[in-house]
């Protein structure tokens, strides 16, 4: 493995010999210049940005397959002032990123789970899967850890935290426990169990990014905070092991995990159904790209790009990682180009450039530094390393196995005012949106009855960032034959309903 080296001081208790010098413990403390602290953060920030644009032409473009080596991804002197001017969405999880870094800013590091989902859930930006119904639950009085919990929301496990954890790795320079405490805080507000892993173990990889230069090491130590139990410590455990064994050919590391992985999804979306946004297969690519990519930044986020599904994501999260650990100057000059052209720009949706953001980020991991027993002096920066505490064993679905999709037809509810089926199984997810007509909005008002019973009343709101973005679901509910009917209380002329695709449920799985 190409090693890159930076100046990096080690006080122990004991003695320490070479070989360890990559390892760290409770016992041991790193020593940084401020300088050296800052350009760290500043690889981060750049890194992702990098990462993200790269990948972006082929951003779900390639469900469950590898993008083709023959496809042609651009890279050139401008790309990056064109693609923020021309496609400012591609950088939602910065600016979502950012979101947060803003109320620890107004808010201090204290801000409770509350201030962070107040703030998520009233942005003017668009969000989808785990993030839009944890924003409909919140915009509809269901607090975090509720409006992540897999219960109340379908897309628990997705990507979602996992694209947006970033800054609490950065803001906790080898400090991976106090990472995790934060993740806990804002990670439950839209994810839960392997869905919030995956930002759990982002945010860990770049904390020890700041302390360690080895990958293999960095990959494996932030593991130790996922449950062992767990599938997402399962599947890249299994990613490690055969890189291990495979050292030389990605491709066939991919192709081990998509075939012994991908099924395993049991949103509603991802269901027998190649879209994958789940979160353990992505963070799985995001691996890949840090172990086989070899500590070439390129040919690191060039893998993680091809490995398809959230192929823009993914590459974000390898190239801020090896940004930090490489720090903005280390970074190869052919990654920065144009980069300068942007950092005054602030993100969309936000106050903040990446400038800003390298500034309020190094302000944030001072004050965690010196809260975590570090300190300061002079141009000298002392911190104390946190060997990782395991965080407690989620599970999401527990008991529930996909067992029928069905795609209905796209007729509008409005003709009977309802919907019914029949079905045997433990639990279900109906999936269609509403849309406005004449450029007027509207909030239609429905209820979910199981077995005669009253269920549940909500509001469908045809405004894109208020949309329920799964109409109905229900899990837990007795094995057996169920029949569901859904009644919309205010039809109208003036919008639509689209039902679109039914997701069942069973307590066994399948067979085959």
């Given at each position: 493995?190409?090693?890159f080296?930076?100046?990096?001081?080690v006080?122990?208790?004991?003695?320490?010999g070479?070989?360890?010098?990559?390892?760290?413990?409770?016992?041991?403390?790193?020593?940084?210049?401020?300088n050296?602290?800052?350009?760290?953060?500043?690889?981060?920030?750049?890194?992702?940005t990098?990462?993200?644009?790269?990948?972006?032409?082929?951003?779900?473009?390639?469900e469950?397959?590898?993008?083709?080596?023959?496809?042609?991804?651009?890279?050139?002197?401008?790309?990056?002032?064109?693609?923020?001017?021309?496609?400012?969405?591609?950088?939602?999880?910065?600016?979502?990123?950012?979101?947060?870094?803003?109320?620890?800013?107004?808010?201090?590091?204290?801000?409770?789970?509350?201030?962070?989902?107040?703030?998520?859930?009233?942005?003017?930006?668009?969000?989808?899967?785990?993030?839009?119904?944890?924003?409909?639950?919140?915009?509809?009085?269901?607090?975090?850890?509720?409006?992540?919990y897999?219960?109340?929301?379908?897309?628990?496990?997705?990507?979602?935290?996992?694209?947006?954890?970033?800054?609490a790795?950065?803001?906790?320079?080898?400090?991976?426990?106090?990472?995790?405490?934060?993740?806990?805080?804002?990670?439950?507000?839209?994810?839960?169990?392997?869905?919030?892993?995956?930002?759990?173990?982002i945010?860990?990889?770049?904390?020890?990014?700041?302390?360690?230069?080895?990958?293999?090491?960095?990959?494996?130590?932030?593991?130790?905070?996922?449950?062992?139990?767990?599938?997402?410590?399962?599947?890249?455990?299994?990613?490690?092991?055969?890189?291990?064994?495979?050292?030389?050919?990605?491709?066939?590391a991919?192709?081990?995990?998509?075939?012994?992985?991908?099924?395993?999804?049991?949103?509603?979306?991802?269901a027998?159904?190649?879209?994958?946004?789940?979160?353990?297969?992505?963070?799985?690519?995001v691996?890949?790209?840090?172990?086989?990519?070899?500590?070439?930044?390129?040919?690191?986020?060039?893998?993680?790009?091809?490995?398809?599904?959230?192929?823009?994501?993914?590459?974000?999260?390898?190239a801020?990682?090896?940004?930090?650990?490489?720090?903005?100057?280390g970074?190869?000059?052919?990654?920065?180009?144009?980069?300068?052209?942007?950092?005054?720009?602030?993100?969309?949706?936000?106050?903040?450039?990446?400038?800003?953001?390298?500034?309020?980020?190094?302000?944030?991991?001072?004050?965690?530094?010196?809260?975590?027993?570090?300190?300061?002096?002079?141009?000298?920066?002392?911190i104390?390393?946190?060997?990782?505490?395991?965080?407690p064993?989620?599970?999401?679905?527990?008991?529930?196995?996909?067992?029928?999709?069905?795609?209905?037809?796209?007729?509008?509810?409005?003709?009977?005012?309802?919907?019914?089926?029949?079905?045997?199984?433990?639990?279900?997810?109906?999936?269609?949106?509403?849309?406005?007509?004449?450029?007027?909005?509207?909030?239609?008002?429905?209820?979910?009855?199981?077995?005669?019973?009253?269920?549940?009343?909500?509001?469908?709101p045809?405004?894109?960032?208020?949309?329920?973005?799964?109409?109905?679901?229900?899990?837990?509910?007795?094995?057996?034959?169920?029949?569901?009917?859904?009644?919309?209380?205010?039809?109208?002329?003036?919008?639509?309903?689209?039902?679109?695709?039914?997701v069942?449920?069973?307590?066994?799985?399948?067979?085959?």
């Amino acid at each position: 493995m190409k090693k890159f080296t930076f100046v990096l001081f080690v006080f122990l208790v004991g003695a320490c010999g070479d070989n360890d010098k990559s390892k760290i413990d409770d016992s041991l403390y790193v020593t940084l210049s401020t300088n050296t602290l800052k350009d760290k953060i500043k690889g981060a920030w750049a890194g992702q940005t990098i990462g993200v644009t790269y990948g972006f032409p082929v951003e779900f473009k390639f469900e469950s397959t590898m993008v083709p080596d023959s496809y042609d991804l651009p890279w050139y002197d401008g790309y990056l002032l064109k693609t923020f001017n021309e496609t400012p969405g591609v950088y939602d999880d910065v600016y979502m990123d950012l979101t947060f870094v803003e109320v620890l800013e107004r808010n201090g590091l204290e801000a409770s789970a509350n201030v962070f989902a107040d703030a998520f859930a009233n942005s003017e930006f668009k969000l989808w899967f785990a993030n839009q119904v944890a924003r409909h639950n919140i915009l509809n009085g269901l607090e975090p850890p509720a409006s992540g919990y897999w219960l109340n929301n379908p897309a628990a496990d997705d990507i979602d935290f996992q694209i947006e954890a970033d800054f609490a790795g950065i803001m906790n320079p080898g400090m991976v426990n106090s990472a995790s405490e934060i993740s806990d805080r804002i990670g439950h507000i839209m994810n839960y169990g392997d869905g919030w892993y995956g930002g759990v173990y982002i945010a860990a990889m770049y904390s020890l990014a700041f302390v360690s230069d080895d990958i293999e090491y960095v990959v494996n130590e932030a593991l130790s905070l996922i449950p062992k139990e767990s599938q997402f410590n399962k599947i890249i455990s299994e990613l490690i092991a055969f890189h291990a064994s495979h050292p030389n050919d990605w491709k066939n590391a991919w192709q081990y995990i998509h075939d012994n992985w991908t099924d395993t999804d049991k949103g509603p979306w991802g269901a027998f159904d190649p879209f994958n946004i789940d979160a353990k297969i992505n963070a799985a690519w995001v691996v890949l790209g840090l172990l086989y990519g070899d500590g070439d930044f390129g040919k690191t986020i060039d893998i993680a790009t091809r490995a398809g599904d959230d192929a823009d994501c993914n590459p974000a999260s390898a190239a801020g990682i090896l940004g930090t650990m490489y720090g903005y100057e280390g970074i190869p000059e052919f990654w920065k180009l144009g980069l300068k052209e942007i950092e005054d720009l602030d993100f969309p949706f936000t106050n903040i450039s990446l400038n800003d953001a390298y500034q309020l980020s190094y302000k944030h991991a001072i004050k965690m530094i010196e809260k975590g027993g570090g300190n300061i002096q002079d141009e000298t920066i002392r911190i104390k390393t946190q060997s990782p505490i395991t965080v407690p064993l989620e599970v999401s679905f527990m008991d529930h196995y996909p067992k029928e999709r069905i795609v209905l037809e796209k007729n509008s509810i409005n003709k009977d005012n309802n919907f019914s089926f029949s079905f045997n199984g433990n639990g279900f997810a109906l999936m269609g949106k509403v849309a406005k007509k004449l450029n007027k909005e509207y909030v239609y008002t429905a209820e979910m009855h199981i077995d005669g019973e009253l269920i549940e009343t909500t509001t469908w709101p045809t405004e894109f960032t208020k949309r329920r973005f799964y109409l109905f679901w229900k899990y837990q509910l007795q094995p057996g034959d169920h029949f569901v009917e859904i009644r919309v209380l205010n039809p109208t002329e003036m919008a639509d309903i689209f039902l679109e695709t039914l997701v069942l449920y069973g307590d066994e799985p399948l067979a085959n």
